[in-house]
């Protein structure tokens, strides 16, 4: 079975400090990314990672960065944490695009749910 | 950016009845997917039909995809309580990234 998991299920932090979300996947997979999740707005994807080092910015990169330095393994990280990121923050993982078949479906992680104050 | 739209924003049903849910898209894909999300949870992936596909089922889910009218509809046969979740469409216009709805609340009462 694939599994991805995400360092904490819920964490709290002040306005201003510095916050690591981390994320693991077992499966090889190439791609990994990071979402954000609000009522009504659906996830919102911050970044993508479609190899080790390598990244991309997704809808909503401001105020946050990323690290990929091991395949399996990719860090999301608020720079200057603000309440604005309060929010449901969720990794996936999937392997690489197939032409023609299109993109692979992605494994979740069990979601942080984070609170600044 | 959203693609897709999920239409009822919310579904009431009692235990036993049908669930159908549908999804509407904007640019041309290679594959539309259904994802499954308990509350507080990650999402679990369902299904994904290609776009050269018209229907597709697994167990008592059945998906149906139409290209030219850019829309899709899962259904859930005799649902039950457990199948309380809310339910997301994505679509592929971009290579390897997803972009999903903002889903469907379903909720099954038993």
């Known amino acids: 079975d694939v599994k991805v998991t995400q360092s904490s299920r819920y964490l709290v932090k002040r306005t201003g400090e510095k916050v690591f979300l981390e994320c693991v996947q077992d499966?090889?997979?190439?791609?990994m990314f990071w979402y954000r999740q609000d009522p009504g707005l659906g996830l919102r994807l911050i970044y993508f990672?479609?190899?080790?080092?390598?990244?991309e910015k997704g809808d909503i990169p401001e105020g946050y960065s990323v690290s990929r330095e091991k395949k399996e393994r990719f860090s999301l990280i608020l720079e200057s944490a603000s309440t604005n990121q309060t929010s449901m923050y969720l990794c996936?993982?999937?392997?690489?695009?197939?032409?023609?078949?299109?993109?692979?479906?992605?494994?979740f992680g069990p979601g942080t749910r984070l609170t600044v104050t | 950016s959203q693609q897709g739209e999920e239409d009822p924003q919310a579904l009431s049903i009692q235990e036993g009845e049908n669930a159908t849910m549908n999804c509407s898209y904007k640019?041309?894909?290679?594959?539309l997917q259904w994802y499954r999300q308990n509350s507080g949870r990650g999402l679990v992936h369902l299904i994904l039909?290609?776009?050269?596909?018209r229907e597709k089922h697994s167990g008592r889910l059945r998906v149906t995809l139409d290209t030219s009218k850019k829309s899709s509809s899962l259904l859930i046969t005799a649902s039950r309580a457990a199948d309380t979740a809310s339910y997301f469409c994505?679509?592929?216009?971009?290579?390897?990234?997803?972009?999903f709805g903002a889903g469907t609340i379903l909720r099954v009462k038993s």
């Open positions: 994505a679509t592929d216009p971009y290579g390897n990234k997803l972009v």
């Open positions: 996936a993982s999937s392997f690489s695009y197939n032409s023609p078949g299109g993109a692979y479906e992605q494994y």
């Open positions: 499966m090889d997979h190439e791609n």
């Open positions: 640019t041309s894909i290679n594959n």
């Open positions: 039909i290609r776009s050269n596909e």
């Open positions: 990672s479609y190899d080790v080092k390598m990244k």
